[in-house]
């Protein structure tokens, strides 16, 4: 079907950058909105950025102005700079992406995660 793989989480300092990457690869017709999530425990997930096919962005508050979030739909990937890190941004971070198959099915996947730690 179709699959995400994340990289790029790991341990900053806080006021240092990391970049998230995510690939979608199978049997993908379409990558329509693509976005990044994160949850801490005991906390619900809760969406960082967004991007749509036409590049059209939305961040939590949280981010705005130290997040950014971009996309290359020829290689069906998505990342997330994220620069002036606090340690509050740790968390186990998720790529989503809205799929359509090559069979036209609208599929909404996930990612396995990959945790960024910000030490204060």
């Known amino acids: 079907q179709v699959q995400l793989a994340e990289s790029g989480g790991g341990l900053v300092q806080a006021g240092g950058s990391l970049r998230l990457s995510c690939a979608a690869s199978?049997?993908?017709?379409?990558?329509?909105?693509m976005g990044w999530y994160r949850q801490v425990p005991g906390k619900q997930r809760e969406l960082v950025a967004d991007i749509t096919s036409g590049r059209r962005t939305t961040y939590a508050d949280s981010v705005k102005g130290r997040f950014t979030i971009s996309r290359d739909n020829v290689k069906n990937m998505v990342y997330l700079q994220m620069d002036s890190l606090k340690s509050e941004d740790t968390a186990l971070y998720y790529c989503?992406?809205?799929?359509?198959?090559?069979?036209?099915?609208?599929?909404?996947?996930w990612g396995q995660g990959t945790l960024v730690t910000v030490s204060s």
């Open positions: 199978g049997s993908i017709f379409s990558t329509n909105v």
């Open positions: 989503n992406v809205d799929v359509t198959t090559l069979s036209f099915r609208n599929l909404k996947v």
